[in-house]
């Protein structure tokens, strides 16, 4: 069978002359519904579009400054990943957990928090190691200045640079699928100062475990943190909430 990798004329290389036989590159250029996607996900996951809001094309393309084909294929994405509900002839809609879909969300995400940060604990590099520090004494300034937006996106980085720490693209995989489910509800739980400063804490003993390579300690840590943060969920729901 014909190989169907290109081939180089070396002597043309070799004495500076332009192979032709290798075509330049173009250069990658991102959809714009990719960057409609990731602006509508950044606001579900802030609020700004709560649980079973309606999503208004018109309203959404003018802030947007886009005009309905990108912001529907964007939809399309978010469908995908089960953050919005698409329904026939009437729009689409932030989708809306039950009480019983937060509990299972928490479990799985505990699950796999654990197994990051056990692996991350004995696959890390220095590189690893130096990113993920740096991002904890960000997320402490954002705590010093009471910022919980920034604060929120520090930490979600922060799990996230541990996930990929851990060097398992599946694990990877899994991780985003659920985490993206229960980062609004992450950053909904405003915490009361006694309870915030605990979770920065928890965060100092994570770093602790993963600088110590101690896997046992760092999937506890990481579990342990998650557990809170669920009875933070749990507390932060409305009564309207609890019964959907």
């Known amino acids: 069978m014909q190989s169907s990798e290109l081939t180089v004329d070396v002597s043309a290389v070799m004495s500076g002359a332009p192979a032709a036989s290798v075509p330049a590159r173009p250069i990658a250029r991102r959809a714009l519904h990719e960057e409609v996607a990731d602006r509508l996900r950044e606001w579900i996951t802030e609020g700004r579009l709560a649980p079973g809001a309606r999503l208004n094309e ?22 995908a990943e089960r953050l919005i509900e698409l329904h026939p002839n009437r729009g689409a809609t932030v989708a809306m957990l039950s009480i ?60 996230r640079a541990i996930n990929r720490s851990a060097r398992n693209p599946m694990l990877a995989e899994a991780y985003d699928s659920v985490n993206l489910r229960i980062q609004n509800l992450r950053f909904r739980s405003n ?23 101690d896997p046992a300690r760092l999937r506890q840590q990481l579990e342990l943190h998650l557990q809170h943060k669920f009875q933070a969920v749990l507390a ?9």
Request: with cysteine; net charge negative.
């Open 191 to 213: 915490f009361k100062a006694e309870k915030w400063d605990a979770a920065v804490a928890e965060h100092q003993a994570m770093l602790e475990a993963l600088t110590a390579r």
């Open 100 to 159: 019983d879909d937060v509990r299972h969300l928490f479990e799985l995400m505990s699950a796999l928090e654990g197994l990051s940060g056990e692996l991350a604990a004995l696959r890390h590099t220095a590189d690893d190691l130096r990113e993920i520090r740096a991002l904890h004494y960000e997320m402490l300034a954002a705590h010093a200045r009471a910022d919980l937006p920034a604060y929120y996106r520090l930490n979600r980085a922060i799990h």
């Open 58 to 79: 018109r309203v959404l393309c003018t802030e947007l400054e886009v005009s309905r084909t990108p912001l529907r294929e964007a939809f399309k994405v978010l469908a």
């Open 236 to 244: 932060g729901l409305t009564p309207q909430d609890r019964s959907s």
